[in-house]
């Protein structure tokens, strides 16, 4: 079971705004704004879209973006298109005696 | 430009010690100030962070390996290693080399990747 809690599918049309959740606790997501999220598509390594919560690295389209409140995580794509379909991984430095903790993974359609 | 390439074997028997490398190219672990990462994902599964190693060799790792596993740094040969002791079947999956490439990043996230070496662990 993973440590951050992600839905496991979501889909939407194109041209759709989709938001995934990725929800943590007080020693993590809560206390930390070191949020990152990825993106694999099927036979590749991860991606970075977003790190320190809300921060694209270069070359990233503004379609996507991240936010916190509280415990829980949010990546947003907007204007969807067919090349979105992958799966997406929140992950958060934590408190514990796990300092990196990911989520399970949101498997993203494009209808 | 980094670049990460893991290597090792690509079947290893329960019980053994599965041991893997990453060679970095286009930058240099000694100077670098970064942290370099494992992660590994089981067929059809999530990503798991196993552990990471700072340029200096201080490491950093997950509760769930802490007892088995041992990152460490070769910085003469510019490779960073990965040895999980006892191996059973459910360590079978790919193995990832990463790092965020920037001194200020930490551990908290990984924008370089390799490609992964995949690992089944059966007799």
């Known amino acids: 079971q993973a440590a951050l809690t992600q839905p496991a599918s979501i889909s939407g049309s194109p041209g759709q705004t989709l938001t995934i959740s990725c929800t943590g606790t007080?020693?993590?997501?809560?206390?930390?704004?070191?949020v990152s999220w990825y993106q694999q598509h099927p036979g590749h390594a991860p991606k970075l879209l977003i790190y320190?919560?809300?921060n694209r690295p270069s070359g990233i389209s503004d379609r996507f973006s991240g936010s916190k409140s509280g415990t829980m995580a949010s990546l947003t794509i907007s204007g969807l298109q067919a090349e979105d379909e992958a799966d997406y991984f929140c992950?958060?430095?934590?408190?514990?005696?796990?300092?990196?903790?990911f989520g399970g993974g949101t498997k993203v359609t494009v209808l | 430009q980094l670049v990460l390439q893991e290597s090792g074997p690509g079947l290893v028997k329960p019980s053994e010690t599965l041991s893997l490398i990453c060679t970095v190219s286009?930058?240099?672990?000694?100077?670098?100030?970064?942290?370099w990462g494992w992660i590994r994902q089981a067929p059809g599964k999530g990503l798991e962070w196993l552990g990471s190693?700072?340029?200096?060799?201080?490491?950093y790792y997950s509760a769930s390996f802490k007892s088995r596993l041992n990152i460490s740094v070769d910085t003469s040969k510019n490779q960073v290693s990965l040895a999980l002791r006892s191996a059973t079947p459910l360590d079978s999956a790919l193995y990832y080399c990463?790092?965020?490439?920037?001194?200020?990043?930490?551990?908290?996230?990984?924008?370089?990747w390799g490609r992964g070496t995949p690992v089944t662990v059966s007799s």
């Open positions: 007080d020693i993590d997501i809560g206390t930390y704004n070191y």
């Open positions: 992950c958060s430095y934590s408190g514990s005696s796990t300092p990196v903790l």
């Open positions: 190693v700072y340029s200096n060799g201080y490491t």
């Open positions: 320190d919560v809300a």
């Open positions: 990463a790092t965020p490439g920037t001194t200020v990043a930490g551990t908290r996230y990984f924008h370089h």
């Open positions: 286009g930058g240099s672990i000694s100077s670098s100030g970064y942290y």
